[in-house]
């Protein structure tokens, strides 16, 4: 095992795990996440520089939880225990964990929190500061050895150390954001206490990822998703990196894209790059299985489930078998109800394969990763600025926009009023500024007068959002004149649309795209 400088975060089912592994990537750390069942000897021969616990779901005091052999505590790694993780490090090394009776004890969320400065964790963070909590049961005795170095109003162990050992823990979530002086917090574990280096940069993801793909592969073919999106354009130029002509990219034309969408991406991409690119038009087919259905989840189900159908085609076709790549992150992932996490909606790209098909294997270089770091890796490839920087655009597309049942006259109207507001945002300059935005047929029609007469017609709806991860975000102030702009024009020009409506919610409570 080569000796580099590497961090592993080991997995008890918490929510933020990828956060952890991310904001140690942030501080230039090579990080890998394992589950809590690795063997002892497995992390004896990758000899980490320093070993993070996760939070997870569990309370420490039950048999059947996640636990972990105290010998690891034996190892001289320096640990971070997070939530459960701390409460773990302390019920396995003998102090107590309590469960919460009532309530009084239970702290979710944001929460005033005393430092004791003079431990390393908390030098760079102010001795008052809010942390994010999340947990019921808490520390009521720290293990010999330890000693307290944060409080809060009614956690008594908020944070414990025990500096000879390198064994630190912390109860509440230093990976979000919300956490004040969280990710300094995390940078002084690893580099003041587990004397990181701060070596890896994301050439060394590109390179990595590389190598993986190209050993994975081998001479086998590969047919790639490819949406024009920013997450499918950073894999393809990964993989056209690993295996350049075995890569065929597949662009498929379901019929729910934004107006001149699929012209646009054939254009670019025949233009731009030299990779086997080949464009599927199947509107019809993608448009006569969703009749009739207007429940979101079926309609995401049928929608990932022809795509698997159409890219499985073109594998039989091109290589008789081989591999399927797709551009998932790791939001769609987590969203999608990966593990023990909760499901939001089941993005298209997530949904079982139908058991008829039988890819060589799935290949998502980008699963662990979040929107900017794809970003960041697209820029470091060379890749188009405009391209790294497009809205993302979901692989159901209009079909999750127009609300309940998608038929093409819906999709028509929804694909008018999107272009007249793609347009005035570009006119005013304001379209770099939001993450994402684009028009919602919500398939409710409203009474109006127009031309002195009465109409019933279509209500269109306007979202926009600013975020960087998209794991949270929150409505675009746009000023009122633009949305004037957009509204008028949306009313006047797209037939059987009378009102124009702006969604003022952010994300959470509600999500990004509307189903
Ligand atoms: N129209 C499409 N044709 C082929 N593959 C697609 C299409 N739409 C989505 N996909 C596949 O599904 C994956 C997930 O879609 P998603 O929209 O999240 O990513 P993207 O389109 O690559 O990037 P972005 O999030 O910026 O739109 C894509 O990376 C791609 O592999
Ligand atoms: O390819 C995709 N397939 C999907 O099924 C899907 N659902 C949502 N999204 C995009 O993900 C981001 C977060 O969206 P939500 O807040 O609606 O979950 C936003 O950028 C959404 O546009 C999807 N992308
Ligand atoms: N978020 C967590 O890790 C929670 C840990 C533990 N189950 C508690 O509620 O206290
Ligand atoms: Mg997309």
Redesign the pocket.
Known sequence: MENKERVIVLDFGGQYNQLIARRVRECNVYCEILPYTVSLDKIKELNPTGIIFTGGPNSVYDESSPHISKEIFELNIPILGICYGCQLMAYTLGGVVTPATDNSSCEYGKTMTNYNKDDVIFTNACEHGVSWMSHRDYISTVPDGFTVTATTAVCPVAAMSCPERKLYGVQFHPEVNHTENGKDMLRSFLYDVCGCKGEWQMDSFIDSTVAKLKEQIGDKGVVLGL?G?V?SSVAAALLSKAVGKQLTCVFVDQGLMRKDEGDFVEQTFTKLFDMNFVRINCQEEFLSKLKGVSDPEAK?KI??TEFYNVFWNKIRENYGSGYFAQGTIY??RI?SGKGDAAK???????VEVPQDITFEGIIEPLQDLF?DEVRVVGEKLGLPHELVWR??????GLG?RVIGEVTADKVKILQEADAILREEMDKCGYASQM??FFAVLPGVKTVGVMGDSRTYDELVAIRAVTTDD?MT?DWAKIPYDILGRVSSRIINEVEHVNRVVYDITS?PP?????E
């Open positions: 949406s999106g997450d995401r929608i990932g939001p769609d969203e939001i909606k089941t993005h298209h790209n997530q929107k809205q993302p655009f979901p692989g159901p999750v993450s994402q998209f975000a994300k509600g999500t990004v795209e509307w």
